[in-house]
């Protein structure tokens, strides 16, 4: 007698003998370790600011942080700055600046609020109206005291002051003396054993919002306080969608309200488990995450309806409450055992991630398919025979107990049709399956990537479906987005546009400056020009600027300009020392560190170039320099971490695949002795995972910090269709039944099953196109077609893979039958003989 492997059909009968046998004594253990698990969830915390964990430990960023404490930032320590940003017809009129001093007075009243210095064009021009003017009240005074005429007299004077101009639009005027929007900058100070910057920037913006004006506040603690609240408001608008069509669909699947009641129970035990589990581990809850609950409803719908609907099968072959459930359990622990660990791996797979917030989801996910496990295997099944007793006792009808796919339902006539047509022509079949995965893999190589911190914001718009939303479920006020878009659009300062290059001297030799100068000709494409020259900011334009200014000072620049070109070529300590003696002390020390032995400089870029063209231009570009040069910039940590997304990507996908190809591959070799099984479980999932990158391009949607986990999640959630698929048919086939039985068998019980699991899993995910996030309703979108074409592919390209492997199983020469093939009248022989 041949070895047909490991036999555990002992083993799991005399478990679930064990556990089945005291269905009370388990729902109560369950119910238990609920109550506990509960507890956790008032523990968990939310991500303020989610952005700055996926560029942690990049060089770019490390050197972007050293030169921002090096150099003094143009808009002051943004970990202690609030912005006040006017949008008006004219920000420098009387009406406007009165407005922002009103509300920097209002401000500084509130001495919570800790205001220790305002600095904006308000301020400047008032001190230039009434140098005295050291108060803010004071400083009102005057500007209100002021004629309209005098005031654009003293907005003409102030566009000489330091730092003046980097604080008003770029339509700046001059002799207009108007522009239209500004920025104020407010800055506080915190005592050294915490901040409260997230509560002072609210206060602030409380203040605008009572004014009657067009003031907004800005700053990080509001962006932190957005941030947090897409994250319950996304839950607050996904779930209840969420749930709310699962209902539905498992109301079609389930036909029985016990069961329905039964089967949402075991969901809701499912997330209780897992919150309870985030809050207890200390893992903060982020944008991640939202999707995890999502996945966890999907796993346990497949679980729940592949229970429910085998049990109906063995009830309908005449077999008690307790045997029909053993004999449903005991055939379907070992599929379950497999989904589980192969979800596993897929989630899993993200802890290669270079990313926390990318490995924290990978653990919650992975011990949330664990919990599901357990719920579905053991409390379940438990509470259907107490359930069920007590139904035959006390004489309840059944509403609904047929399976979903039966020999005269319409999913029962037409799912088995699918192994005729793959019966008449595997091979060719197999081969167009392959043909079109390589080419959709190669197309879908070329997916787009992006990183921006855009993304963790709700657009500057909402649709009107969600701002229409009634109470409860109405959204947060999301300012953020529009507030970065403003300053982008309206201020030269705007990082998005620009590179930061820092250049290591010594900048005290005389000819290092003019060595500067001279690279600044002919830069890369990518870069704005003046004159064949990049477009920059750095130590030497702040020496021009003072130059024009101050005609002692451009004497000095002129005595030591030997070539007349306007950049100081000797005696440069000389002109620093002039620089800090003067009111252009703060806005050289942007540029130049104190030791004097390095400098920044800021290179304007074009602003419809890509990422990925502009830092692989400017990484050359330093090559260039005399001195030693590094490139960053928020553009080059961006591009950074958008490679580390692709990277992680396609990493964890190569490990989700290559785990899960090696346990299918020994599990079937260690069950049945037939390891090809293994290949042939996980044919469905590759061909999957290819049209879903190529449906990614074709979308036009990319590989961000969210979307750069669906790969390998795929693998784990779509892996489970092609897994019952093949573990049914193995059952029927080792029991004796042909191919064509089995495969008959599989696809009208299983196939049903799985019918009803697509339905309510890809629905229940694609629900997330809600979510407030737009990364977090493209996670959603793909979510939904990946689940749809797992179920696809498991039903059409199984089929073949089966009858290849039965014919080799079988003992037939493969490579005689492959020659019939193709040389005769596509037709497979029967297994029955």
Known sequence: MADRGLDLEPSLNALNSLILGRPVAVVVAFLAVTAFLVGGIGMIQTVEDQSDAFSEDIDAQEALDAVNEEFGATFGDDEESTQLLQDSQNALSKPALLRSLAIIERTNERAELRLTDATGPATIIAQQLDPDAESYAAQRRAISRASEREIQTAVRASADSPGFQALVSEDFNRQAASAGASITVLTHSFPPEGDNLQEVQLGVKEIADRSDGDIRVFGLGITNSETANVIGDSLGIVMPAVLGLILLFLIVAYRDPFDLILGLIALVMTLLWTFGFIGYAGIPFDQNMISVPILLLAVGIDFGIH???????????????????????????????????????????????????????????????????????????????????????????????????????????????????????????????????????????????????????????????????????????????????????????????????????????????????????????????????????????????????????????????????????????????????????????????????????????????????????????????????????????????????????????????????????????????????????????LVTVAVLLATMRVLGLSLNAVTATILSITVGVGVAYSVHMTHRFIDEYTAGASTDTSLKITLQGTGGALVGSMLTTSIGTGALVLAISPILGQFGLLMAVSVFYSFVTAIVVFPSAAYVWARYDQGGSLRDWLWEQTNSTPQFPSYDE
């Open 307 to 685: 229970i429910v609907n085998r049990y109906r099968e063995e009830k309908g072959r005449g077999f008690d409450v307790r045997e029909a459930m053993t004999i449903t359990n005991s055939q379907l622990a070992v599929a379950f055992l497999i989904v589980t660990v192969t979800t596993v791996f897929g989630f899993g797979a993200n802890l290669t991630s270079n990313f926390e917030p990318t490995r924290n989801f990978a653990i919650v996910a992975s011990v949330g398919i664990i919990f599901t496990f357990l719920i579905f295997s053991f409390f379940l099944p438990s509470a259907k025979i107490i359930a069920d007793r007590n139904r035959k006792r006390f004489n309840i009808p059944s509403f609904g107990s047929s399976p979903l796919a039966t020999e005269e339902s319409i999913l029962g006539r037409a799912l088995p049709a699918v192994a005729t047509v793959s019966k008449r022509a595997p091979i060719t079949l197999l081969l167009l399956f392959l043909v079109i995965s390589g080419g959709a893999a190669a197309y879908g190589a070329g997916v787009d990537r992006s990183f921006e911190q855009e993304d963790f914001l709700p657009p500057e718009d909402l649709p009107e479906y969600i701002e229409n939303l009634p109470d409860p479920f109405a959204p947060s006020e999301y300012t953020a987005a529009g507030s970065i878009n403003f300053i982008e659009d309206n201020f030269a300062a705007g990082n998005d546009d620009q590179i930061t290059m820092y250049i290591e001297g010594p900048f005290t030799r005389d000819s290092a400056l003019e060595s500067v100068y001279r690279t600044t000709k002919e830069p890369p494409d990518t870069y704005l020009t003046t004159d064949n020259r990049a477009k920059t900011t750095s130590i030497i334009t702040v020496i021009d600027d003072y130059a024009d200014r101050d005609p002692e000072f451009a004497a000095l620049v002129a005595r030591n300009d030997r070539d007349g070109n306007g950049v100081p070529d000797r005696n440069l300590e000389q002109i620093y020392d002039a620089l800090e003696a003067s009111p252009a002390a703060d806005r050289a020390d942007e540029y130049l560190t104190d030791d004097r032995r390095a400098i920044r400089v800021e290179f304007a870029v074009e602003s419809d170039a890509s990422q990925g063209e502009i830092t692989a231009d400017s990484r050359e570009y330093t090559e260039d320099f005399r001195y030693a040069a590094t490139a960053t910039g928020t553009i080059v940590v961006f591009q950074a971490v958008t490679d580390l997304i692709f990277q992680s990507a396609f990493q964890s996908l190569f490990l989700a695949i290559g785990l899960t190809g090696v346990f299918l591959v020994g599990v079937y070799w260690l069950l049945d002795r037939k390891p090809l099984l293994g290949v042939v479980n996980v044919l469905p999932i």
